[in-house]
């Protein structure tokens, strides 16, 4: 809901686009669902198996770490190319094949502890696009992925998450979701624009190196 009212000009130029009244807004549209596509697929398919065997400490701790050097290496490859963040092709530029490829790499946040923003993030600026474009694209992904996931559990769980929290407490949850939201993601974006990704990369490794000790020692 934040993404919606954040990027509130994308989403109408995609309503208008499916409507038939805005050619780019149409194409964008048809982008997102391609990114869409693996992640529902696949996601139905794994649910059971990545809720089995992925949710614990050990995997978590993994894919902060493994994520973590995967961004530096990215950061790393684009200022040895001399590539500045503002660098590369525009929201519009995008094709079906590239909205694939970051769409598969959506997927890798299925593993717990893999950032999903994070991932797509990447994913775009491999497929060739400026840091902002692949910045929008990713949440304006995540709308139709995390919106569809919410959705699903919702039809499946919604009794059970109705008897355990209260409808009050979910109300407020959404609220200072809401909220959060708003300011982590223009944060971030602002963050991203100026500094690029790699302080994340380091932020993920140290979290995951101090956290497998912590757990290793018997704390956890």
């Not at 919604?158 to 708003?182: E, K, N, P, R, Y």
Request: glycine share 12%; with cysteine; aromatic share 10%.
């Amino acid at each position: 809901i934040a993404v919606l009212g954040l990027y509130f000009g994308r989403v109408k130029q995609m309503l208008l686009g499916l409507v038939g009244k805005d050619p780019v807004g149409s194409r964008l549209l048809a982008n997102v669902a391609a990114g869409f596509m693996p992640a529902a697929i696949i996601g139905l398919l794994l649910n059971k198996l990545i809720k089995s065997y992925l949710f614990g400490p050990w995997p978590v701790v993994a894919a902060w770490f493994v994520g973590g050097v995967a961004i530096l290496a990215v950061s790393r490859h684009n200022r040895k190319a001399g590539r500045p963040v503002h660098q590369g092709r525009l929201l519009e530029d995008l094709t079906w094949r590239m909205a694939l490829v970051i769409g598969f790499a959506q997927c890798i946040a299925m593993w717990p502890g893999v950032s999903r923003s994070l991932v797509t993030i990447v994913g775009g600026l491999l497929v060739g696009l400026s840091l902002s474009a692949a910045v929008e694209y990713s949440f304006l992904l995540g709308v139709v992925t995390l919106g569809a996931a919410t959705a699903y559990d919702a039809l499946k769980q919604g009794q059970v998450m109705l008897q355990t929290f209260d409808a009050l407490a979910i109300a407020v949850g959404l609220i200072f979701a809401f909220i959060s939201a708003v300011v982590s993601v223009k944060w971030m974006v602002s963050y991203l624009n100026r500094h690029g990704l790699a302080v994340f990369g380091y932020y993920r490794v140290v979290l995951a190196l101090v956290t497998a000790v912590w757990i290793a020692g018997g704390t956890a």
